[in-house]
């Protein structure tokens, strides 16, 4: 069964660096991409960005371009998203998403989602 | 970027009864190479992620009840709940994954009437 599992809540000051991990389990993690999406408080789903694992292509939402990093660790089935210098308008919970591919024919919704971290950013 | 406009912004709906929510794609959405549309609908419970119940515009996800379909094509599309039951309160939202950066919709919260 597929599974994402995401690191826990955490709460940080202005200008500090954090970064987050989702752990895939359950399915080849390199073969199929992870997108991050953010949910500010009260609001929607805002679409950041996406990776493949297998060979690390990145997809950024202009909106997300240079505020935040993707990375991922194929051999520990774990994609990060990191900040350098939080700001408090990054508050907000964020959930990784597995965008399925078969047979090399990826689509780009998510079937999959973790249950979200979040993020506090206040000084 | 493609911009996705749901309508209404909310809906309050009688349990048994249809439920109806409206999105529809700034650019045309359908790839016509595999006459596939690349949207896809959500349902969001409060407190917990986003669950898929729809992709390529129609095709329901495993699981999900056969009371929720989805319709359209180009750039106008509908989710249908035939039969309001008290655990589809939630908030909905289409997503287009056609061209990056891929879009979500503002969403439509659905309450019981």
């Known amino acids: 069964e597929v599974h994402l599992v995401q690191s826990g809540a955490v709460v940080k000051k202005p200008g500090e660096s954090l970064k987050i991990s989702c752990e895939g389990s359950?399915?080849?993690?390199?073969?199929?991409?992870i997108g991050w999406v953010r949910q500010m408080p009260g609001k929607g789903l805002e679409w950041m960005g996406i990776i493949y694992p297998g060979d690390s292509d990145i997809r950024y939402s202009p909106s997300f371009q240079g505020q935040v990093t993707f990375s991922a660790d194929k051999s520990i089935s774990t994609a990060y998203l990191q900040w350098s210098s939080l700001k408090s308008s990054d508050t907000a919970v964020y959930y990784c998403?597995?965008?399925?591919?078969?047979?090399?024919?990826?689509?780009?919704?998510?079937?999959?989602w973790g249950q979200g971290t979040r993020v506090t950013v206040s000084s | 970027d493609i911009v996705m406009t749901q309508s209404p912004d909310s809906l309050a709906v009688s349990l048994g009864e249809r439920a109806t929510i409206n999105c529809k794609s700034s650019q045309n959405i359908l790839y016509t190479s595999n006459n596939k549309n690349y949207l896809a609908w959500y349902q969001q419970k409060p407190g917990q992620p986003p669950k898929v119940l729809i992709y390529w515009a129609s095709t329901r996800e495993s699981g999900v009840p056969d009371r929720f379909s989805g319709s359209g094509s180009g750039t106008d599309f509908t989710l249908t709940i035939s039969s309001l039951q008290a655990e589809d309160l939630a908030v909905y939202y289409c997503h287009q994954y056609f061209n990056t950066p891929y879009t979500f919709g503002q969403g439509t919260k659905l309450e019981i009437k």
């Open positions: 998403a597995r965008s399925p591919c078969s047979g090399g024919i990826c689509s780009g919704n998510f079937d999959f």
């Open positions: 359950g399915y080849k993690f390199s073969s199929n991409w």
